[in-house]
């Protein structure tokens, strides 16, 4: 395996040398501290603010839980009783589906794809592709990503599925014909696209900050058409503030850009109300599904910016969200898996749960 394949956690939830670090999951009784992480950084001229940035960069790249900081918590439910495994409680979340059509709405890094590196070598294994394949046969299915669309399709390369890119900037229906492609029959694919505007501004910031953040060793910018990451994952902690530094010395100069964050990367977008929960009701629109009571959206997402996903599905009290994750996270997500690996065998389940159901006599 070459450096650039290894896989990455980004939490080492597991107690080595400090006897005081819980493990996960955590015993029953003790409940997890919620790193303090921003929910759009600030982009100012004074010192201060740079620190911040600094500060939830650490919280948003947590290495340990620290049984020390359990005494600030007001909530003393386990995460795990708030979230527990959409595994375990797999049977319940198909009672809950009885009646109901299920959208698939996937997530792609750290969800579909281990966190590795380099993000330019993100591959999704085949078993994934095969499975994500036969969910899409049964239920409509979408993957909503950060990435540019046209990356996340080279790494999915499943023409029958919706695929939102940028952050659901960028909307595309299947290629492929299929069942619930409405817009297919009259030949024209779903395209939304709610920030073109922005894509001169966009090209500009990413010749800019390729230029600012190349003396950081490890620094990563990607352009994904109508956003921009910058990695710091293989950046040295002490070059982090260095690194917000030139971000932020880039970004002053355009106010109509903002600044969120995900798994060890800084995401520059339009300011546009619009993110992966606008996406997904944009979908769930586009699919009939509207004011429907007989749909049951399922989203899987293991980053920050799936919680704006999460947050509508609450708010809507309608479907199920699931969040990916080793570690206990502040989440709006009801539902956890550890790693893709348990994606995979979610998915493979409620194929196999579907497929039953076609089968006279079962069930
Ligand atoms: O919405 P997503 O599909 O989860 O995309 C979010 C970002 O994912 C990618 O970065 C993350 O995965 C990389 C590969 O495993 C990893 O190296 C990086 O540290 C992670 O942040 C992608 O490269 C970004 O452009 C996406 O915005």
């Known amino acids: ?25 955590p015993p029953r009784g003790i409940s997890i501290p919620r790193p303090k992480l921003l929910k759009h950084i600030e982009i100012g001229n004074t010192g201060p603010r740079i620190n911040a940035w600094v500060d939830s960069m650490k919280a948003s790249s947590p290495t340990h839980v620290k049984a020390s900081s359990l ?15 959409a595994l375990r409680m797999f049977e319940q979340i198909t009672s809950a589906s009885k009646g109901k059509q299920i959208v698939m709405f996937l997530d792609y890094d750290g969800t579909l794809s281990p966190i590795v590196e380099d993000p330019d070598r993100a591959f999704m294994s085949d078993a994934m592709r095969t499975v994500v394949r036969k969910v899409a046969r049964y239920f409509p299915t979408a993957i909503v990503s950060g990435r540019c669309r046209d990356k996340v399709y080279n790494f999915v390369k499943l023409a029958e599925l919706y695929y939102a890119g940028s952050h659901g900037m960028d909307i595309k229906g299947p290629s492929k014909g299929h069942k ?38 490890g620094a990563k910018v990607e352009n994904n058409k109508f956003c921009l990451s ?23 100069a355009y106010p109509k850009l903002r600044l969120t964050q995900g798994r060890k990367v800084l995401e520059i977008r339009p300011t546009i109300k619009w993110d992966k929960g606008k996406a997904l009701e944009f979908l769930l629109e586009s699919l009939g599904f509207a004011d429907c009571n007989d749909v049951l959206p399922v989203y899987i997402g293991d980053d920050r910016t799936d919680e704006d996903a999460f947050k509508v599905l609450r708010e809507r009290g309608q479907g199920l969200g699931i969040l990916v994750s080793k570690i206990p996270k502040d989440t709006n997500a009801s539902y956890s898996l550890q790693e893709p690996s348990e994606v995979r065998d979610f998915l493979h389940r409620l194929v196999e749960w579907k497929r039953s159901l076609d089968i006279p006599g079962c069930k």
Not at 1 to 25: C, E, F, G
Not at 197 to 214: C, G, Q
């Open 230 to 252: 910058v990695h710091y994952r293989c950046v040295d902690e002490k070059k982090w503030s260095g690194l917000a530094e030139q971000v932020r010395s880039v970004l002053k």
């Open 1 to 25: 395996m070459t450096k650039q394949n290894v896989l990455i956690p980004d939490a080492i939830p597991v107690a080595v040398r400090d006897p005081k670090i819980l493990p996960y999951p």
């Open 180 to 217: 619930y492609n409405t817009y297919n029959k009259s030949s024209r694919a779903v395209l939304f696209q709610p920030a073109s505007e922005f894509l001169p501004m966009i090209d500009e910031v990413y010749e800019a900050l390729i230029e600012k953040t190349k003396s950081i060793p």
């Open 71 to 85: 005494s600030s918590l007001d909530d003393q439910t386990p995460w795990m009783d708030k979230h527990p495994s």
